[in-house]
């Protein structure tokens, strides 16, 4: 039985190289740091949970000098030093309540990316977000929902990504987390006074197989992001959840990037931005 690990990713400096890139990459895909309909002389406190290596705080504090940003996670980083006079970057954990009263006055935006795989306890959670959030302020999660999926119709459950993200989502059952949790996430918000509900629907490509050159290029940035990364998303779940040997994470590895690389299936994961704004 896979224990409740908080977080089943690595924190070394490869995984924080690649988190860089990430941020990149979700940046260009959601034309910005994010999709709420924010006005931003009005947003003056700006909340980032599991802020990672701290660069969508730093970037949202540096484009709007007058917010006063604040992220968390539980694993500091390196590149908080870089953080400007209006940005503080503190360890905590989203799920502790003391944490949140740590945070003193309510915010006007709060914000969480790729946090799926470290909550457990979502409507927590939103219960959290919802009493430290001003009246019409805006609350905002980007995160992606497993398993994966293949544009290939009937082919596509040959596909070893398609497998692999099978996998992946019943391992994270096992970690006590829910790989689908982001549709849950309007009723969820609307059960703790959040309205005005809206969900954005993007893909993380494996590869750039798709039409347009625009989304060629997410996709070429997609596959970068997976090789980077595809060994620590694997392992841990694997091994912890499914009892792989070292031998198997590696085979499966191997297989999954060969395959993306070649462009045989036009595979992805789901990608959810979801807000909603406190009555």
């Known amino acids: 039985m896979a224990d409740n ?3 089943i990713l690595p924190r070394d400096a490869p995984e924080e190289e690649r988190l860089n890139f990430q941020h990149a990459l979700l940046t260009k895909t959601f ?3 994010y999709r709420a309909p924010l ?3 009005h947003v003056r406190r700006v909340l980032d949970i599991g802020c990672g290596t701290g660069n969508w705080a730093i970037d949202y504090a540096k484009q709007n000098p007058n917010a006063q940003v604040i992220g968390f996670d539980v694993t500091g980083s390196p590149e908080w030093n870089t953080a400007p006079p209006n940005c503080t970057l503190i360890e905590a954990n989203g799920e502790d309540d003391s944490a949140w009263v740590s945070f003193g006055d309510k915010f006007d935006y709060i914000h969480a990316r790729l946090i799926v795989v470290s909550i457990r306890n979502w409507p927590s959670l939103f219960e ?3 009493n430290h959030l001003t009246s019409g ?3 905002e999660i980007q995160d ?3 398993p994966t999926h293949c544009l290939n119709g009937s082919t596509s459950a040959e596909s070893k990504v398609v497998a692999w993200g099978h996998l992946m989502s019943s ?3 096992k970690f006590g987390l829910d790989p689908n949790a982001i549709n849950h996430f309007p009723q969820q918000m609307q059960h703790v006074g959040l309205v005005n509900a809206k969900t954005d629907e993007f893909k993380m490509m494996s590869g750039p197989w798709a039409d347009t050159e625009h989304d060629r290029e997410l996709g070429q940035m997609g596959n ?3 090789h980077m990364g595809f060994r620590g998303f694997t392992t841990t779940v694997m091994k912890g959840a499914h009892g792989f040997s070292d031998e198997q994470v590696e085979d499966q590895v191997r297989g999954v990037l060969e395959e993306i690389d070649t462009l045989k299936f036009r595979t992805y994961v789901p990608l959810k931005v979801v807000y909603a704004q406190k009555s």
């Open 128 to 130: 959290k977000i919802s």
């Open 171 to 173: 391992g994270m059952r």
């Open 31 to 33: 034309g910005g740091l």
């Open 137 to 139: 302020g805006w609350c």
């Open 5 to 7: 690990t908080t977080y």
């Open 224 to 226: 970068k992001n997976f």
């Open 144 to 146: 992606l929902q497993f």
């Open 39 to 41: 006005d931003p002389s």
